[in-house]
């Protein structure tokens, strides 16, 4: 192997593309199917006409060698729980019918027997479903699907390596199925789930497969040498199979540290690194064990889940430095492209310049290309890519929109006593007990009321010009006088105007904020057919005027109980949006918690007394390996703290986020310095409860008592019965009674008959306190 042997043998490769199609055909197509109007057959067409314009605009655009399998009417952890035959007890009878409809039961669930649990993929906002396993599990192998989609692409004329979720993350992904106890490992499996992997991958090498590319993103995470030993197993079983096609193992969204020379041992012809964000570290710890002599190095140095354009010269010295440690050095993007929208070319709404700052999948593709050419031909080959990519990072550092001078300034001026505030926790406990005058376990909810098919109608009117904004306006005071009338009569005590105006949580203020760009095709899979556009945060961040104001205040002269001001916060502002690379994201955070901090002030000045900024992101966002957590804990508390420390002590700061476990984080939620909290805790049975006073949590809470992911009325006896739960583990004095997130998803008439059942929960309780 040398250096130079190594660069001409440079390759361009991805290992997934975004799967909708550039006008969500595939989600309209589903569905279509779901509803009945579309047949079965028209659905595969589709996936299967979008499957070829993905494989044919990679390849023409010069991807040496395109990703198969990656394709998924849901989502790709589901499809290897069909490829390993894991199919759910309650699922069996629906799969074996007809194997689609089956997997969408598996996906969504039927009357009769719930989906597979979901969760986010890493710390991507892509959810999948979880594998459920256990100690009965019997796995089977049914390479269907991934035979076909290679073959496609074979037919095609195309180079083509099929990607699989690797077992050992399978298996790390997976939880113990309903029934088993909560102590089953399903890595046991790892056994029982290789010869299954063996059969796929004979398979896939009868049909034609060079390489097959193996995803192991669980291994960037802390794992125990039992986990690597596993993954040492696993690999060492799989490299000594005797017909198989050639390995590719891959690593992405972090470094490998540990388990980087675990692979690098392991019989496999080829690995595949992040090179992002992770590059220094793997750069090292690839050096340490020597290199990768003989064998394939994916190298992931175009950023493959944020927009940014890529660096193209720092990209080749990365590549450079790589030569000499692999027999072969490729270039591909960090990740999977699913991460990132399809095309930035029919933007309209950003100005031509400022698009060329951006790449999405297409975008990216043409870099790898470009950096594939260069590795291999020199950078004389793409000497005028080069110039064009100099003058587009140039035209991003330079504009005005990435700096300005006024919120730089802010923000350097920042003192630690900026962050806070003026009393201590229990004095200002205090002062809000007298200054608010609540009753002891104060009822309230979390922000957001059922958006109505008349508020979605309103919006779309104004976008579409058919009403203008006063009318508009018009309408969403007409929603929030119905919504303050009902919670009056209903006896809530802290009162939400109903977040009518908001499209999204994130977007509202994306929208009204200097420094965030909109995109109108920018789609992202969220989960299944659920496509989001995240904003994208480019630039300095400021506020130009109030944002909420009118809505609270208005809402507030329309009652004599406290209103309370919304607001999202900014771990999440940053968690839900493309953020920019060119700056640490702390910087970023205190950015928009000062934009934040003048809404809050506002709020204020304007009268109101109870402000809650939600963070239902802070423990999303937590890096994946312990090591990273103390500094990100540290930004993001104090871009709260930043946020919500200007106003006086008599109010009342409120936060709010939505997930059950959270033992981890409990330290940090305390350094919000937030006085009251309201979690999710009903389906867990007020499990948060318990935790916070393990931690000996000293501020107020509201672990929900109403689950609102569900459309069943939980009784008053239910939640009084949880309530009672919940003063096992909090004092009265510092108990709320709320549900466990908004309301926004939910009818009206269940909300109604809910919200009712709490607060006479709440009073019977109240009783038994006297
Ligand atoms: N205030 C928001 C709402 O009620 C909170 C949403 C969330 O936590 N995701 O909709
Ligand atoms: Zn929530």
Known sequence: MTPKSAAAAARSTVYGYPRQGQDRELKKA????????????????????????????????????????????????????????????RHRAAVEADALDGYFAMARGTQDAPPLEMTKWFDTNYHYLVPELGPDTVF???????????????????????????????????????GVPAGFDPLTLLDRLLPV????????????AEWV???????????????????????????????????????????????????????????????TEAAAANLEALAAVGGLPGKRLVAGVVNGRNVWVNDLSKSLATLGTLLGLAGRVDVAASCSLLHVPLDTTPERDIEPQILRWLAFARQKTAEIVTLAKGLARGTDAITAELAANRADLASRTGSPITRDPAVRARAEAVTDADARRAQSYPERAAAQRAHLGLPLLPTTTIGSFPQTGEVRTARADLRAGRIDTAGYEERIRAEIQEVISFQEKTGLDVLVHGEAERNDMVQYFAEQLTGYLATQHGWV????????????????????????????????????????GMLTGPVTMLAWSFVRDDQPLGDT??????????????????????????????????????ADRPAYLAWATEAFRLTTAGVRPKTQIHTHMCYAEFGDIVRAIDDLDADVISLEAARSHMQVARELATHGYPREAGPGVYDIHS???????????????????IPAERLWVNPDCGLKTRAWPETRASLENLVAAARTVRGELR
């Open 711 to 729: 459309p069943r009325v939980p009784s008053a006896e239910e939640a009084a019965e949880l309530l009672r739960t919940g003063l096992k583990a």
């Open 197 to 208: 992997y063996a059969e796929v991958l004979a398979d896939l090498r009868a049909a034609g």
């Open 589 to 626: 955070a205190r950015q928009v918690a000062l934009a934040l901090r003048d809404e809050v002030n506002d709020l204020e000045a304007a009268g109101t007394s109870v402000i809650q900024v939600d963070e239902p992101a802070l423990r999303e966002t937590l890096p994946l390996r312990a």
């Open 140 to 178: 089977s192998a049914d390479s269907a699907k991934q035979v076909a989609e290679l073959k496609e692409a074979l037919a095609l004329g195309l180079t083509a390596r099929p990607v699989l979720v690797g077992p050992v993350t399978y298996l790390l992904l997976a939880k113990p199925a309903p």
């Open 30 to 89: 589903i569905e279509g199917y779901w509803k009945g109007r579309v047949t079965a057959e028209a659905l595969r067409a589709t996936a299967a006409g979008l499957r070829r314009a993905n494989g044919q605009a990679l390849a023409e655009a010069g991807i040496d060698e395109v990703p198969t399998g990656d394709f998924s009417y849901y989502d790709h952890v589901l499809d290897t729980t069909a490829m390993v035959g894991a199919i759910p007890r």
């Open 525 to 564: 899979q969220s989960y299944g057919t659920r496509c989001v556009r995240p904003p994208i945060l480019a630039g300095d961040i400021s506020r130009p005027e109030p944002m909420t104001v009118r809505w609270t205040t208005y809402a507030q002269s329309l009652s004599d109980r406290p209103v309370k």
């Open 213 to 275: 590319q193996l995803d192991e993103p669980a291994l960037v995470q802390d794992r125990t040498p039992a986990e690597l030993n596993a993954a040492e197993r696993a690999y060492r079983d799989l490299g000594a199979l005797p017909d198989r096609p050639k390995l590719l193992v891959a690593s992405y969204f972090d470094r490998l540290g540990e388990a980087l020379p675990v692979l690098a041992k392991a019989p496999v012809e080829g690995l595949a690194l992040d090179f």
